[in-house]
């Protein structure tokens, strides 16, 4: 853990420290670069350091007061007392642990070490993965995962602003954070956003070629601002991205100042390009330029141009650009090569500290490679072979280019007149057309790697919220010894950052304590509000007077302009001249004004400001470049196509263009949530050694890291209003979860915190919590990660079960229609099968489908009972139903009930023919006397009378009375009984052919069956059934017993009937018991 690191290295986080004073500060920051070592003053013949210039310090009570420049000291880069002597020692291992980062709460401070550091290799890379800021040791990389997980975490844009003076490290850190953003993201390396990837680091690549430069400050300083937005969809994957670039110092293609470089790009072309190329742009190594160098001797230089050519061209082929692009990339450079200076093409092969061994070198740095001289009153071309080379790499005819360069088309009302240059206007059209070509073309590229990188077909309805992290790397703070209208802007820009700092950083969140009522002690800082007012206010600030100065018809010159300044910035405090100084020798008359910047005084020459405002360009040489017939170069120049007598606006001037990219650019970073990364450069040599106290010192008291450090401490890391914290991590606390009945959401956050133990950690404002330290919304998000955990396993548990029940329910639904199906299929066609369909084979129904299945059954057997019934004849129907009451009352009970065979009914005429004319006669007689309408049953029969004497009888039931006949005697009738004093049956469970007839009058008639042919017949089941179907029809009821002994009365006496198995017995018969009688068969 940072904090616990091993106290060499100092505090990782500043707010840890005991007292917070600058010595403290001062004493941390030399700790934390390395371990501990003597201290050296370094001879000053060897390293000549730059004085520094005033230094104002800001007090506590809000006044400033300017400090002259203290001598240099000059100690090892270490820790101890700076002051001291000791001996000097070239082989100390400094930054051995690397420990060139350190934290003010989240704003990381970082210190140029100048050496390659092995702090960046993918180990790093994973150290830091998703880990939080307190677990690691101070790192950019730390910064950027912070960053990263806002973003995902609360969807929201965040942004990364670096800022720093020139050399500070900007460039490099903004490097590393992208390095460390594309290694982290793209787990399932999906191959587009491989892509975009890939594009957005190559793009670095081919933008420093063409916007960066060798100043005396940094050997690869950014000559441009650049703001890029890094774009990720919902899952947190780079996507796309776009490139804003402002201001790009294009004046440096035609001046340089002592010792420093022109783009990269011009160097690169020359030193490593092949001699082919180089032939065809006719461009020639010259003899001479080698000489230069020979003169000077190697000066060592990190910058290698020949292999970054190179890469460059590798870059640009990655990227896209295809080959005629990239060939009119080289032409252009060649045009300006050829335009300019002839010394920057020399300076390419060589350094300037050779260059003060050149005799006349200051005077042949005026010169330009195309003279212009003057016949007379005509100006003309010195060298005019060149233009034919330029018309040949602008793809224009030689004509067109002299004509421009020499001429300028001025329409006077209706006329349109060519009016010549003199040799001065000439040149300086010249050094307009190659500062405006070049500054094209980088805006030009700058917009072919936005058309590759842009995020394209993203909806945001499919994909999710798009979000975006932005990283600012822009020109740092530069005082130079002559300062023009570029570090005008430059410190201006820095300032306006500065500005934002404050206001995010220091005086919103101070304000927003007041606001909330949180008790809090005012911290004073300095705010340089007053010197951006001085620069971009309306009417008064310096860009509108220059503004005024430029739109005056007739001459207006550079002198005038800071005569208007004088006059309107006179009692400013931040500004002043000689006019308003006299006294001041540093600044020279009519010539220079002086800004005392936040970062420190800076004296500019006014020398060229008019012009650069205007930053005009004649007409002519845009007509001339979108006539080329090269395409590439046409489509950059899409203004040349209005003809001279086409009114157009005026265009707005540089400086307000820039002033308002500034505040765009302001605005956009205040809507995000901003990370800080504040770059210290700690000397003035580019030495890995040299840790300059007092520079250093500087650097702290102006960027307001002590300030920054008191706010800290004394403030909360984290504040957010009560709703929005009880959604995020409500799920901690039972009393919040799902939704808390307190009084009110601040109650709510109170008990919660309570909870987990950071009440103590807490301020309750008024819609807002703050938390001190970041620890606790660390812990909370822990805390709420694991709950959100469990939810997500009890949610996907849920799902998985939903699942198994639909799978569950569809295999259901499958095997039901299946089985529908089946059944369908299989009964289909019974309606045309003999047997209707009972040979079918049912399937086997599912579980669910059992009770279906009976009724199916049950509708089937109806129906099947119903084909054949409706072909039966009134008789046959009558049999079928006394067969199914036999079947309803008797089934199980009783064995054999004659179901097989056609039941006739009337027995007695088939069993005994010999008698059967009698039995009819009677029958006949006796439906004439009770008029019955048929006989439903007659049988011979055994029968037992009261005296206890068994005899043969026969028995007819017709569907009004039953009869006892005597067929000794020819059926003559002996006793009738009506059916409706019948109330019952009763019969034994065996074989046996007993029946009781139960009667009303307790008059039962016991009978045995007898005679039947064939013999043995069962008829038991068919009288039982035919009656209770009778019975049934006259909606009456039959009570039937199945017993054994059957309990019957006779003549009102109980008795009951056994039946026994005789052996031995031919025909059943009755015996006498003694509580009844016995039937044995
Ligand atoms: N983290 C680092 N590790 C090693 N060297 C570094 C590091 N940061 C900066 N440097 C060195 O410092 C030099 C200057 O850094 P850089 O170009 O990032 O400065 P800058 O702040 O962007 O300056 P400018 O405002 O001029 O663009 C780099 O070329 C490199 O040599
Ligand atoms: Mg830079």
Not at 558 to 573: I, P, R, S, T
Request: positive net charge.
């Amino acid at each position: 853990m940072a904090e616990q690191e091993s106290l060499e290295f100092g505090k990782a986080d500043f707010v840890l420290l005991d007292t917070v004073s600058l010595e403290d500060f001062m004493a941390n920051l030399k700790l934390r670069p390395t371990r501990q070592q003597n201290i050296a003053v370094i001879p000053s013949r060897r390293w000549k350091v730059r004085s520094l210039p005033h230094v104002f310090v800001h007090h506590e009570q809000g006044e400033i007061s300017s400090v002259p420049p203290v001598d240099t000291k000059l100690c090892w880069w270490s820790g101890g007392n700076h002051d001291s002597q000791p001996g000097l020692s070239e082989s100390y291992p400094v930054f051995e642990k690397g420990r060139i980062y350190s934290y003010i709460g989240e704003v990381v401070v970082s210190v140029n070490p100048y050496r390659a550091m092995n702090i960046y290799g993918r180990d790093t890379i994973e150290q830091y993965k998703g880990r939080e800021l307190y677990e690691r040791p101070p790192h950019l990389f730390a910064i950027a995962d912070a960053a990263y997980k806002a973003m995902k975490r609360r969807n929201k844009d965040s942004c990364i602003v670096i800022s720093g003076e020139s050399g500070a490290g900007k460039t490099e850190a903004s490097k590393y954070i992208m390095q460390y953003i594309a290694a982290i993201t793209n787990p399932s390396q999906r191959a587009e956003v491989e892509r975009v990837k890939n594009m957005l680091l190559k793009s670095n690549c081919v933008l420093e070629a063409f916007g960066n430069a060798k100043t005396n400050r940094n050997d690869n300083s950014s000559r441009f601002g650049k703001y890029m937005d890094i774009n990720f969809d919902f899952k947190g994957d780079p996507i796309g991205g776009h490139i804003n670039n402002y201001l790009l110092e294009k004046s440096r293609v035609i001046f340089q100042q002592e010792g420093e470089r022109s783009f990269h790009s011009f160097y690169q072309l020359v030193k490593g390009a092949p001699e082919s190329l180089l032939r065809s742009l006719h461009i020639k190594k010259d003899s001479t330029a080698n000489d230069y160098i020979k003169v000077g001797g190697h000066v060592k230089s990190s910058i290698n141009d020949g292999a970054d050519f190179k890469a460059v061209a590798d870059a640009m082929k990655v990227i896209g650009f295809t080959t005629d692009e990239i060939q009119t990339v080289y032409k252009i450079l060649a045009t300006i090569l050829h335009l300019v200076p002839y010394l920057v093409l020399m300076l390419c092969l060589g350094y300037l500290p050779a260059l003060h061994c050149i005799p006349n070198v200051h005077k042949r740095r005026s010169e330009g490679n195309l003279k212009f001289g003057s016949d007379g009153d005509a100006t003309l071309i010195e060298n005019t072979k060149l233009v034919a080379v330029l018309a040949e790499l602008l793809s224009t005819k030689e004509e067109n280019v002299e004509k421009a360069l020499l001429y300028r088309t001025v329409a006077t009302g209706r006329d349109v007149i060519d009016k010549q240059h003199t040799d001065k206007e000439a040149s300086y059209g010249r050094d307009a057309l190659a500062k405006a070509i070049y500054e094209r073309l980088f805006c030009w590229i700058v917009g072919r790697i936005n058309d590759v990188i842009e995020v394209k077909n993203y909806d945001a309805r499919i994909h999710g919220k798009n979000t975006v992290i932005g990283v600012l790397d822009i020109y740092g703070f530069e005082i130079f010894q002559n300062n023009s209208f570029e570090q005008f802007c430059i410190n201006y820009c820095n300032e306006k950052l500065q500005q934002l700092f404050i206001q995010l950083v220091l005086k919103q969140e101070q304000e927003e304590y007041q606001r909330e009522g949180i008790p809090w002690i005012h911290i004073d800082y300095f705010n340089n509000q007053i010197i951006v007012d001085l620069v971009e206010q309306q009417h008064k600030g310096i860009f509108s007077v220059l503004d005024e100065a430029c739109m005056n018809v007739g001459k207006v010159t550079d002198e005038m302009f800071l005569q208007a300044l004088n006059g309107k910035l006179a009692k400013h405090a931040h500004y002043t001249s000689r006019k308003l100084s006299p006294t001041d020798k540093s600044l020279e008359f009519d010539r220079d004004f002086r800004i005392r910047h936040y970062a420190g005084d800076v004296v500019y020459s006014v020398v060229g400001f008019i012009d650069k405002n205007k930053d005009t360009l004649f007409q002519d040489f845009k007509r001339l470049l979108y006539n080329s017939s090269n395409p590439v170069l046409k489509a950059m120049w899409p203004e040349g196509k209005l003809s001279i007598t086409e009114v157009t606006k005026r265009p707005l001037t540089a400086g307000t263009l820039f002033k308002n990219s500034m505040i765009s650019l302001v605005e956009n970073l205040a809507s995000k949530e901003p990370y800080y990364v504040r770059c210290v450069k700690p000397n003035d040599v580019k030495s890995p050694l040299l840790f300059e106290y007092e520079r250093c010192k500087h650097q702290v008291e102006y960027l307001g890291l002590l300030e920054n450090v008191r706010v800290r401490r004394a403030g909360f890391a984290n504040r957010q209003t009560y709703a929005r914290f009880l959604q995020r991590y409500k799920m901690i606390s039972e009393f919040t979860w799902p939704n808390h009945d307190l009084p009110s959401d601040q109650e709510a956050v109170r008990r919660l915190l309570q909870g987990c133990g950071f009440e103590q950690d807490a301020a309750f404002g008024k819609t807002k919590v703050f938390i001190r330290t970041p620890r606790t919304i660390f812990s909370l998000e822990e805390q709420r990660a694991e709950m959100v955990w469990r939810g997500t396993i009890a949610r996907m548990r849920y799902r998985r079960m939903r699942a198994a029940l639909t799978i569950l329910q569809a295999y259901r639904r499958y095997k039901v229609k299946s089985y529908i199906r089946e059944v369908n299929a299989r009964f289909r066609n019974v309606g045309s099968m003999k047997d209707r369909g009972r040979h079918v084979k049912w399937p086997t129904p599912p579980k669910v489908l059992r009770r279906f299945e009976e009724a199916l059954r049950n509708i089937y057997n109806r129906w099947w009972a119903w084909t054949l019934i409706k072909g039966l004849s009134p008789e046959e129907k009558l049999q079928v139903k006394a067969k199914v009451a036999t079947l309803e009352c008797l089934k199980g009970q009783r064995a054999d009930l004659g179901l097989q065979r056609a039941w006739e009914g009337n027995y007695v005429k088939r069993d005994t023919p010999e008698r059967a004319s009698s039995f009819t006669l009677v029958s006949s007689d006796l439906q004439r006397k009770d008029k019955f309408m048929r006989v439903l049953f007659s049988c011979n029969v055994r029968k037992i009378n009261r005296f206890n004497k068994s005899e043969n009888r026969a028995v007819m039931i017709t569907d009004r009375h039953l009869y006892k006949l005597d067929p000794l005697k020819q059926y003559k009738p002996m006793k009738s009984t009506p059916l409706y004093n019948v109330t019952g049956l009763s019969v034994s469970p065996g074989k046996d052919q007993l029946v009781v007839f139960h009667t009303k009058d307790s008059r039962d008639l016991i009978v045995c069956l007898q005679g039947m042919v064939p013999a043995g017949e069962s008829r038991i089941g068919e009288l039982v059934g035919t009656l209770l179907s009778h019975f049934k029809s006259e909606k009456r009821k039959l009570q039937v017993n199945i017993a054994n002994p059957i309990q019957c009365s006779m003549n009102g006496r109980k008795c009951t009937v056994v039946v026994e198995t005789k052996i031995n017995q031919s025909q059943p018969d009755f015996t006498k018991s003694r509580s009844g009688y016995i039937l044995a068969g």
